[in-house]
Nanobody
């Protein structure tokens, strides 16, 4: 069983930055797709960004392109979400998710990366609040 632990959330004013971390309990090999999702009150969980380790390929939601960056530190078993130019609309609980194994490549494809059903493992979430 793979465990994911998020950290780095908090409260920030609009225009500020935060870096979220997601640390896994196991080493992440190339057949790994990691995703960041968020869920605001009363809204569905939506994909924010994904990272496929096999091809170092990333995907981003249109709403965060140019502001958020997903990256990894394999030595630390950690994936990061650097968030800049934060807006009140970014306020949400942020979750990291993972698929490990032969399905990872498909999960992280351009067409499917934002589908939460494609991910096998989820963290508990970290809250991000952006005030205007």
């Amino acid at each position: 069983q793979v465990q994911l632990v998020e950290s780095g959330g908090g409260s920030v004013q609009a225009g500020g930055s935060l870096r979220l971390s997601c640390t896994t309990s196991t080493y992440m090999y190339t057949n790994t797709c990691m995703g960041w999702f968020r869920q605001a009150p009363g809204k569905e969980r939506e994909g924010v960004a994904s990272f496929y380790f096999g091809g170092m390929r990333t995907n981003y939601a249109d709403s965060v392109k140019g502001r958020f960056t997903i990256s990894r530190d394999s030595a630390k078993n950690t994936v990061y979400l650097q968030m800049s130019s934060l807006e009140p609309e970014d306020t949400a609980m942020y979750y990291c998710a993972a698929t490990i194994g032969s399905l990872a490549h498909g999960t992280c494809s351009y067409a499917r990366w934002g589908d939460r059903a494609g991910y096998n493992y989820w963290g508990q979430g970290t809250q991000v609040t952006v005030s205007s």
